[in-house]
């Protein structure tokens, strides 16, 4: 069974630049979390999905952050336009709700901006 | 809101050891769940353990062991036997249900020596 897959693994960009992150989940979970996690640091939750519905968002930078997840499955994370704090790790997981509690987690996006 | 503190940033072991890394959350609730993720260099997140609260038996897999303390809100893990591949980023997690957010520590690097 595939994981969570994400890309681009890698990405540098200039400040003011936008970026997108895709994230497909493994097939059946129809719960997804973007989470930031800066270097030595664990991770934070930008936003949560409950199938197509953005139920947590509370920790998303709204002027310069936006996702989506159409159709319930795959998502995408944006930012415009990208600031030199915005270097990071931008993870995606998936889960089942009503399941072991578990989360499963893509090797993640890391972003540079210069 | 639920905190997660790992206060040991660096633990070193040596080959064949074992090494306990500490855990302490705060909570309010009586049902949640608890895991230990790993971390390699590679950055994907695996899960190494998992403890649901209303288990008063302490999960075990393989080399890994937990003390789940529910009373004082500790969860501690316990790696026997140290392997070189058991170096990494052990991130301590807490979640209130199996929809919510994962609520992470701030992590602890486990080095091993030969």
Same mark, same amino acid.
């Given at each position: 069974?595939?994981?969570?897959?994400?890309?681009?693994?890698?990405?540098?960009i200039?400040?003011?630049?936008?970026?997108?992150?895709?994230?497909?989940?493994?097939?059946?979970?129809?719960?997804?979390?973007? =989470? !930031?996690?800066?270097? /030595? *640091? &664990?991770?934070?939750?930008?936003?949560?999905?409950?199938? +197509?519905?953005?139920?947590?968002?509370?920790?998303?930078?709204?002027?310069?952050?936006?996702?989506?997840?159409?159709?319930?499955?795959d998502?995408?994370?944006?930012?415009?336009?990208?600031?030199?704090?915005?270097?990071?790790? =931008? !993870?995606?997981?998936? /889960? *089942? &709700?009503?399941?072991?509690g578990?989360?499963f987690?893509? +090797?993640?996006?890391?972003?540079?901006v210069? | 809101?639920?905190?997660?503190t790992?206060?040991?940033?660096?633990?070193?072991?040596?080959?064949?050891?074992?090494?306990?890394?500490?855990?302490?959350?705060?909570?309010?609730?009586?049902?949640?769940?608890?895991?230990?993720?790993?971390?390699?260099?590679?950055?994907?997140?695996?899960?190494?353990?998992?403890?649901?609260?209303?288990?008063?038996?302490?999960?075990?897999?393989?080399?890994?062991?937990?003390?789940?303390?529910?009373?004082?809100?500790?969860?501690?893990?316990?790696?026997?036997?140290?392997?070189?591949g058991?170096?990494?980023?052990?991130?301590?997690?807490?979640?209130?249900?199996?929809?919510g957010?994962?609520?992470f520590?701030?992590?602890?690097q486990?080095?091993?020596t030969?």
């Amino acid at each position: 069974e595939a994981g969570v897959v994400q890309s681009p693994r890698y990405k540098i960009i200039e400040k003011k630049q936008p970026v997108a992150f895709w994230c497909n989940p493994i097939s059946g979970h129809n719960t997804l979390y973007w =989470y !930031l996690q800066n270097l /030595g *640091q &664990g991770p934070e939750l930008l936003i949560r999905y409950e199938n +197509e519905e953005a139920v947590d968002d509370s920790q998303l930078p709204k002027d310069r952050f936006s996702a989506e997840r159409l159709k319930g499955v795959d998502s995408t994370l944006k930012i415009q336009p990208a600031e030199l704090g915005d270097s990071a790790v =931008y !993870l995606c997981a998936s /889960g *089942q &709700g009503a399941s072991t509690g578990e989360l499963f987690f893509g +090797e993640g996006s890391r972003l540079t901006v210069l | 809101a639920q905190t997660v503190t790992q206060s040991q940033p660096e633990m070193s072991v040596q080959e064949a050891e074992t090494v306990t890394l500490s855990c302490t959350y705060d909570t309010s609730e009586s049902d949640y769940y608890l895991f230990w993720y790993k971390q390699p260099p590679s950055r994907q997140m695996i899960l190494v353990i998992r403890q649901e609260a209303y288990k008063q038996q302490n999960a075990t897999e393989n080399r890994f062991s937990v003390n789940f303390q529910k009373a004082a809100k500790s969860f501690s893990l316990k790696i026997s036997d140290s392997q070189l591949g058991d170096a990494a980023m052990y991130f301590c997690a807490y979640r209130s249900d199996s929809w919510g957010k994962l609520q992470f520590g701030a992590g602890t690097q486990v080095v091993v020596t030969p």
